[in-house]
């Protein structure tokens, strides 16, 4: 499996990857639309409901965009593993992100065929002086500006909570 309208998001900074799965929303609604755009949650969605969406024609637009939240994580081996003869036949219209807020078991063979054909984006927490430079440059895009030495006490006192 290669598809290059598969992507996997994953890791454990949920707070970027909340941010980037909301980039292309946003950016896909500017392009075509928000018609053809679904969210489905992986631990309640019954795989035929994601095979629908995933399959289904685009309306008014030349694409459709199907996120799927936590499919991977959420599912037993076995039951994730259901979800690969789906993966095998996404349509040139439609584009499936899943998005993994946090680390799936990338021990199943599920994890290891969508990883291998899928263009993969790894979130992982800024630490340290990563940590600093990150709160540095969120407070930028917010118009304003920290020294790193208050940069580096916030990420003292916050810790890796990226939503504090």
Same mark, same amino acid.
């Given at each position: #499996?290669?598809? %290059?309208?598969?992507?996997? #998001? =994953? &890791?454990?900074?949920?707070?970027?990857?909340?941010?980037?799965?909301?980039? +292309?929303?946003?950016?896909?609604?500017?392009?075509?639309? /928000?018609?053809?755009?679904?969210?489905? /949650?992986?631990?309640? =969605?019954?795989?035929?409901?994601?095979?629908?969406?995933?399959?289904?024609? !685009? *309306?008014?637009?030349?694409?459709?965009?199907?996120?799927?939240?936590?499919?991977?994580s959420s599912?037993?081996?076995?039951?994730?593993?259901?979800?690969?003869?789906?993966?095998?036949?996404? !349509? /040139?219209?439609?584009?499936?992100?899943?998005?993994?807020?946090?680390? !799936?078991d990338g021990?199943?063979?599920? *994890?290891?065929?969508?990883?291998?054909?899928?263009?993969?984006?790894? *979130?992982?927490?800024p630490k340290?002086?990563?940590?600093?430079? +990150?709160?540095?440059?969120? =407070?930028?895009?917010?118009? %304003?500006? #920290?020294?790193?030495?208050?940069?580096?006490?916030?990420?003292?006192?916050? &810790?890796?909570?990226? *939503?504090?």
């Amino acid at each position: #499996m290669n598809k %290059s309208n598969l992507y996997l #998001m =994953t &890791g454990d900074d949920s707070f970027s990857l909340r941010e980037e799965v909301q980039r +292309w929303k946003e950016a896909f609604v500017e392009k075509f639309g /928000d018609t053809d755009l679904e969210e489905l /949650d992986g631990e309640s =969605t019954p795989l035929e409901q994601i095979a629908g969406a995933v399959q289904a024609a !685009p *309306f008014l637009s030349e694409k459709r965009l199907v996120i799927l939240k936590n499919f991977l994580s959420s599912q037993k081996a076995e039951e994730a593993n259901l979800i690969l003869p789906l993966l095998e036949k996404i !349509p /040139d219209s439609s584009v499936l992100v899943l998005a993994e807020f946090g680390s !799936p078991d990338g021990r199943t063979s599920a *994890f290891k065929a969508i990883s291998n054909g899928a263009t993969k984006r790894l *979130f992982l927490k800024p630490k340290g002086l990563q940590l600093t430079s +990150w709160i540095q440059r969120r =407070t930028e895009v917010h118009g %304003s500006r #920290m020294n790193s030495e208050c940069a580096g006490y916030l990420a003292g006192v916050l &810790g890796d909570n990226l *939503f504090a």
